[in-house]
């Protein structure tokens, strides 16, 4: 009975000053859905998706525009390498903004990311070549400070037993940046086209046709700068000289022989060091691997699959416009929201995130194997069998993210964990850099094989992502994806 008592004490301890202390403080007093953090997770979320998921409608009209490409097939190419500047920009800075999150806070640095989403998506819009478009979307990759932190943030703000929820959430909030961005890009680029009884050709839409769904992408960063203000501060900032805070009411209720200096002692003696390896963290590291080749296949998918649909027929593609894409993306985003908010915290207690790795990575390869067969189709055959094929996709794929971002904070502490996700934002960022650029070459090379007698054409594109894909699956078992000890 004195050891639980003790084990009480030593768990109800809290650092007067402290922002980390004081959230532990509410998750240990309070009771219920965390609904306001779950929506600041939600909204800064979709501000970093917004940037993202917006372009790929528009992408190859912009760069068709800018005539840098000497032939049609050579846009792809120039697509990849534009796609690609934001990931290796992100891949710069990733575990440099990590550790400063881990040393100064969550908070501030996710204010500087959102902040960045209103000046470098501004003038990406406002690009007047391609070498502006590629040197703005580098620089808002570096400046994108969002995702780590928050990943971080969502593993410490919300009780365990909401833990899931929390992560579950970030994606859910991507698949919502999944229906609006691209919808913003598809119905919002080249207006003056689109709309001429609002825009005149004239006025500054009209001389910047991509600029309006940059805009409105950046007016909501605005806005989400300004609500972060009121965000709260998880990072544990222990004021030595003041160990003990007027919270600390188990501390003042504990029985006669304890000693309560000598339990915050105890705790601070066995308080994990900053000197721990992450890179010896072989359950931390086996994940990141495994989302970065996972992490590969996505974007080179998505950077493909935009091409694929507004490339011509003649080439296996689909003819689509950037509204036929926009529509397409956003059904599939609404898929993803309902699948995570309703389903995947469910399926996470039932299977566990390994399992649902598998799962879902097998389920894909079947899928993305009937792409070619789908192109054959035409009228309403076509956009049926091309939504449900692409919302299935979509949630195949996120429900891999959720699954390996779980694991990735699960193995740490909480002062490494920002350090932690700022590799995991490093090492993916460059996967998913290489990821278009691989995508743009592969494509335009399969569009210019049309009659070869092995895989032509879209069936070639599809061939190597299953591969990839099949690549990532069988590195999800043992003895590579490990688990951390409990």
Excluded at 9 to 33: A, I, N, S
Excluded at 71 to 76: A, C, L, N, R
Excluded at 418 to 443: H, Q, R, Y
Aim: proline share 5%; with cysteine.
């Amino acid at each position: 009975m004195e050891e639980e008592q003790r084990e009480v004490l030593l768990k109800k301890v809290y650092h007067e000053g402290c922002p980390g202390c004081r959230v532990e403080h509410l998750k240990d007093t309070q009771r219920g859905l965390p609904v306001r953090q779950l929506f600041f997770v939600w909204i800064v979320v979709l501000c970093n998706a917004l940037p993202i998921s917006s372009l790929f409608p528009y992408l190859y009209f912009m760069i068709r525009d800018f005539n840098i490409a000497k032939t049609e097939k050579d846009i792809g190419y120039y697509a990849g390498y534009a796609g690609a500047s934001y990931m290796f920009g992100r891949a710069l800075t990733s575990i440099l903004w990590g550790m400063v999150a881990d040393r100064y806070g969550r908070k501030p640095v996710i204010l500087v990311g959102t902040a960045s989403v209103v000046i470098f998506n501004t003038l990406f819009g406002l690009s007047l070549n391609y070498w502006m478009a590629i040197s703005s979307r580098f620089l808002l990759g570096s400046m994108s400070t969002l995702l780590g932190p928050i990943m971080a943030y969502a593993t410490e703000i919300f009780r365990e037993e909401y833990q899931a929820l929390g992560l579950s959430t970030i994606n859910t909030a991507w698949g919502v940046g999944l229906i609006i961005g691209p919808a913003l890009g598809g119905f919002l680029a080249q207006p003056a086209e689109k709309y001429p009884n609002i825009f005149s050709k004239e006025s500054i839409f009209g001389r910047f046709p991509y600029f309006l769904p940059c805009l409105c992408t950046s007016v909501y960063a605005f806005g989400i700068t300004i609500a972060c203000c009121w965000l709260q501060e998880t990072l544990h900032t222990h004021n030595e000289n003041n160990k003990l805070s007027k919270n600390s009411y188990n501390a003042l209720e504990a029985p006669c022989g304890f000693n309560a200096e000598e339990a915050v002692n105890e705790i601070e003696a066995n308080k994990p060091t900053s000197k721990e390896s992450l890179i010896k963290n072989w359950p931390l590291m086996s994940s990141i691997i495994v989302f970065c080749v996972f992490s590969l296949h996505d974007m080179a998918y998505s950077e493909i699959f935009s091409l694929w649909a507004v490339s011509p027929r003649k080439y296996g593609g689909l003819s689509y416009s950037t509204d036929d894409v926009g529509v397409v993306l956003a059904i599939s985003g609404f898929g993803v929201l309902v699948f995570q908010l309703f389903l995947y915290p469910y399926l996470e207690k039932l299977l566990g995130p390994i399992i649902i790795c598998r799962i879902a990575g097998v389920l894909s390869i079947p899928l993305l194997a009937i792409y070619p067969l789908i192109a054959m189709l035409s009228g309403f055959n076509l956009s049926l069998a091309l939504n449900c094929a692409s919302a299935m996709k979509n949630v195949l794929s996120v429900s891999i993210g959720t699954s390996l971002i779980i694991l990735q904070n699960r193995a740490v502490e909480q002062h490494q964990r920002g350090a932690a996700n700022g590799i995991t934002m490093t090492t993916m960022s460059l996967f998913k850099a290489a990821g278009p650029a691989g995508g743009g070459v592969i494509f335009s090379w399969a569009q210019g094989r049309q009659r070869a007698a092995f895989f032509p054409g879209d069936q070639m594109i599809f061939f190597i992502l299953n591969v990839v894909e099949a690549i990532a699956v069988l590195m999800t078992f043992k003895p590579f994806l490990v688990r951390r000890s409990q």
